[in-house]
């Protein structure tokens, strides 16, 4: 199973960036599908974006397309998420999570998740 440890949030004004980072330990990282996924306060969590084990695939909800990217390092067991042009509704706590296969598809699983990283937009 994979250890994950999400690192990179904090408070933006709107229109603001940040970079999340999500480090991971573990042999099975380089050939497994990662996520990002976001909880509001009283909301369910949500899905945010994926990216297939070599990078050469990502998925994005809509409400981030244009705005959000994945992208992972397999040298250094990292995935980021490069967040611009934040809104306040973006806010929420992101968690990294990994699973066993290396694509992601819509009803996909995730076997491994991190404690997440706070993220706050200030309007």
């Known amino acids: 199973q994979v250890q994950l440890v999400e690192s990179g949030g904090g408070l933006v004004q709107a229109g603001g960036s940040l970079r999340l980072s999500c480090a991971a330990s573990?042999?099975?990282?380089?050939?497994?599908?990662m996520g990002w996924f976001r909880q509001a306060p009283g909301k369910e969590r949500e899905f945010v974006a994926a990216?297939?084990?070599?990078?050469?695939?990502?998925y994005y909800a809509d409400s981030v397309k244009g705005r959000f990217t994945i992208s992972r390092d397999n040298a250094k067991n990292t995935v980021y998420l490069q967040m611009n042009s934040l809104k306040p509704e973006d806010t929420a706590v992101y968690y990294c999570?990994?699973?066993?296969?290396?694509?992601?598809?819509?009803?996909?699983?995730?076997?491994?998740w991190g404690r997440g990283t706070q993220v706050t937009v200030s309007s």
């Open positions: 573990g042999r099975t990282f380089s050939s497994s599908a």
């Open positions: 999570a990994a699973r066993s296969g290396s694509y992601y598809y819509p009803s996909a699983d995730f076997g491994s």
């Open positions: 990216i297939s084990w070599s990078g050469g695939s990502t």
